[in-house]
């Protein structure tokens, strides 16, 4: 029987395949008891054929329309083997009771008692006649007890206690039939009666509702539907105990009971406060047992699936082994079961250096972990064996191939171009084979390389130190160390004469002392344009942030701007605020004291820059009263500069073409990076003649990466 919205449906539910496992099953529903022309509860069809999913531990029975069907017509049956009848989850239907054809449950002669009670009972002349019976004299008498008025209105639950029933039935309310209440209706109304007796007869209209067709209905279907949760309440507590030794159960199940309590109305049925002591706690419990083992499954099935590749099973390893959600020792077994099968297989496959380079990796680091002395012992022993034969082999095959390289390099004639060649390729046997080198073959051909070159080095030492003093500038100095010695090489004693002509030419290369930014000057003077890039980013670190959020905005104005056209008026000026330089500040500062402190060496073909402001003077007395105005006054200021300076001179005091202008650059010069640029120019002008060659290649420097500046802004 379901119960829906206030209308009874009969309704019957056939399996079909195994008992214990039906395949599919079908639900019909018969006419309502109660309301005509309702076939089936809204959303259900009166017939329909539906697949099962069973969830054995956590006592449910899931159904689905075959077809796929609405999600409304999903059915729920909430099963126990502890009770005779299953209660239903029905969208829309409050109560829903099944029980087998054949088990006399008390929900198979519901309808015959629902249809007794909605055909009133008739009153006849024999029902008048005789005593009221003592048990309803005993239920008018409690009536009357009570605080009630003359009409029986007021607080008359206590006549409905199951308490009150035993004591003038014997028996609880749930035992009395509907035939049997029928009958004490129709003693009520004629025989209990008292003429006059206004409040008896007030009470007697309460008690009459023992016929009630709906208080009826519900409470029986309440009932049966609270036997069923407390049967499978008691299940539950066996499968927590279970749970607490030691057994969780699948995740599915564990969700499955997680849902029951929301999915079949518990809090309806028993009570919130019945239903919430301790179920939602114990059902969390389950859930998050169920997780961590099945966490721990996918581990070990992630494992499993991984065994074909060496790299992903102790990726999966390495993963599971930090993992405080796993069982280290089951992932630890089963990786040591694992781990030889696909050691062998991968050091059989293994060709390439980068496979090598993994081999000697592995070999550097597990054979010394805790690990691989206790669990994985043996497994880490079967694989250091494989790997150690593979990469001696490998080495062996490269190491042939490579002394051919050296056998070409060394029968050719000693020059500096042959003593690049050599050292470019000593550096590629070091990048492709990394650890494997340290194996026997190839630390052979490295020794035999290196002395080779080292050989080479001493004979061609004299064109070497030629270059080295024909080199201007750290860039040029630095190409040529990478170009002709190896890492360590300027240590050996034989390169004593070029190590010195290097730092001689360096610390030449470095004029500049005691500035407080002698690394940026410096860097100007050699045109060093990679080490200003980064020398840039450290002295405008304080300011980098702010420009970023003002090219932000720029760059959302230039978007605007171009919209349609495709051109960026404004790209450069982002560019710049995105990666800015301390060159704008260091020429100010060169170019505003030009005059100032090297006016003695600018000539006829100076070139003068004027700048014009107009501004307003008002006069206020103390009050802020207005006392006179002049408007328009006009001031300038002249700066000249040498004309190989005057490109620089305008790129630098081009303002960004945006109302933050003024605002970029009083925050570029507040920076304190930028201030020791300044300080540092100030500082080479007071000690430096403008004629001194440090100060000409100085100026060239700045003009050279505003130029490579304007490259990479994109300035046109």
Request: glycine fraction near 8%.
């Amino acid at each position: 029987m379901a119960s829906c919205a206030g209308r009874d449906f009969p309704l019957r539910l056939a399996f079909n395949g195994a008992d214990d496992a039906p395949s599919t099953a079908t639900l019909i529903f018969e006419p309502a008891l109660n309301s005509a022309g309702y076939a089936s509860p809204r959303g259900y069809a009166p017939e329909t054929v539906m697949v099962t999913e069973r969830f054995p531990q956590a006592g449910t029975l899931e159904l689905r329309a075959g077809d796929g069907g609405r999600p409304a017509e999903a059915v729920s049956l909430l099963l126990t083997p502890r009770a005779d009848a299953t209660i239903a989850a029905l969208n829309g239907c409050e109560f829903a009771v099944l029980a087998p054809a054949a088990s006399g449950h008390p929900v198979l002669g519901l309808r015959e008692e629902l249809d007794t009670l909605r055909e009133r009972p008739v009153l006849t002349e024999a029902d008048m006649t005789g005593a009221c019976p003592a048990q309803l004299e005993s239920w008018i008498a409690k009536g009357l007890a009570l605080p009630l008025d003359a009409w029986g209105r007021g607080d008359s639950s206590t006549l409905w206690s199951d308490e009150t029933a035993r004591e003038v039935f014997g028996r609880p309310f749930s035992e009395i039939g509907a035939a049997e209440r029928n009958s004490y209706f129709l003693a009520l109304m004629g025989r209990c009666g008292e003429r006059g007796n206004r409040r008896r007869s007030g009470i007697i209209t309460q008690l009459a509702r023992l016929t009630d067709y709906r208080s009826f209905r519900d409470a029986r279907l309440r009932d049966m539907t609270v036997e069923v949760i407390q049967r499978w309440r008691g299940g539950l507590d066996d499968l927590l105990a279970a749970n607490a030794a030691g057994a969780p159960v699948p995740l599915a199940d564990a969700r499955a009971v997680r849902s029951i309590p929301r999915r079949f109305a518990f809090d309806e049925a028993l009570g919130a406060a019945r239903n919430a002591e301790g179920l939602d706690g114990e059902t969390q419990q389950l859930l998050q047992s169920a997780l961590a083992s099945q966490h721990n499954l996918d581990v070990l099935a992630n494992l499993d699936a991984a065994a074909g590749s060496f790299i992903r099973l102790t990726a999966h390893y390495e993963r599971a082994r930090v993992d405080p959600q796993v069982d280290a020792a089951a992932a630890t077994r089963r990786f040591a079961a694992l781990l030889p099968n696909a050691a062998a297989d991968f050091a059989a496959s293994a060709t390439s250096p980068a496979a090598a380079r993994s081999m000697a990796g592995w070999l550097a680091d597990w054979p010394q972990r805790e690990a691989c002395t206790a669990t994985l012992k043996a497994a880490c022993r079967a694989t250091q064996r494989e790997f150690e034969r593979r990469l001696d082999a490998l080495a062996e095959a490269w190491a042939a191939t490579e002394a051919a390289t050296l056998q070409t390099l060394a029968g050719s004639d000693a020059s500096l171009a042959l003593l690049a060649s050599g050292i470019e390729w000593y550096a590629e046997i070091d990048a492709r084979y990394g650890a494997v080198l340290e194996r026997e073959a190839l630390a052979a051909l490295r020794e035999e390389a290196s002395a080779w070159l080292a050989s080479l080095q001493t004979e061609l030492e004299s064109p070497l130190l030629a270059e080295i003093r024909a080199a201007g500038g750290t860039p040029a100095l630095r190409a040529i160390e990478a170009r002709y010695l190896a890492p360590g090489d300027l240590q050996r004693g034989e390169l004593r004469r070029v190590r010195e002509a290097l730092e001689e030419r360096i610390a030449a290369a470095r004029p500049f002392h005691d500035t407080g930014a002698d690394d940026y000057l410096n860097a100007l003077y050699n045109r060093d344009f990679a080490a200003l890039r980064q020398l840039d980013a450290a002295y405008l670190a304080g300011v980098r942030t702010a420009f970023g959020f003002i090219a932000q905005q720029v760059a959302m104005f230039d978007e605007l701007a171009a919209a349609g056209t495709g051109a960026r008026p404004f790209a450069a000026v982002v560019s710049e605020l995105r990666s800015p330089s301390a060159l704008r500040a260091a020429a100010v500062a060169y170019l505003t004291n030009y005059e100032n402190v090297y006016g003695g060496c600018l000539d006829s073909t100076a070139v003068e820059f004027t700048f014009t402001e107009r501004t307003d003077v008002v006069t206020r007395d103390g009050s802020g009263f207005e006392l006179s105005r002049i408007e328009g006054v006009t001031s300038s200021t002249h700066y000249r500069v040498k004309r190989s300076l005057a490109g620089l001179f305008r790129d630098s005091f081009s303002r960004p073409p945006e109302a933050g202008g003024e605002r970029i650059y009083r925050m570029l010069f507040e920076d304190d990076g930028i201030r020791r640029v300044t300080d540092a120019v100030r500082h080479i002008m007071r000690n430096y003649d403008c004629e001194a060659t440090e100060v000409r290649q100085l100026e060239a420097g700045m003009v050279a990466y505003q130029a490579e500046l304007h490259r990479r802004w994109g300035v046109r």
